[in-house]
């Protein structure tokens, strides 16, 4: 199993301790890029999809309202990782 579907089978899971750096390559994996980082605010788009990805590095996790809305992005958009 990849790194991606791990972290993938990790965040379906319902795990509360997602890194934020691992959930960045998870982003990443969908098919976004870092836009820009505003403060703590890291900022991802999609060339398809007009709505921006905003995630936050709290500790070294990433905000756990926020991998809920990019999952429902992903849904919503039917995305697939790139692998």
């Known amino acids: 199993m990849t790194k991606l579907k791990k972290i993938l089978t990790k965040v379906l899971s319902g795990s509360k301790n997602i890194a934020f750096d691992d959930f960045v390559l998870l982003v990443e994996g969908f098919g976004f890029r870092l836009s820009r980082i505003n403060g703590s605010h890291h900022i991802f788009v999609h060339e398809d999809i007009k ?19 990019f999952m429902e992005l992903v849904e919503r958009y039917n995305l697939h990782l790139e692998e």
């Open 51 to 69: 709505e921006l990805v905003n995630l936050q590095n709290v500790d070294g996790q990433v905000k756990l309202y926020q991998v809920r809305q």
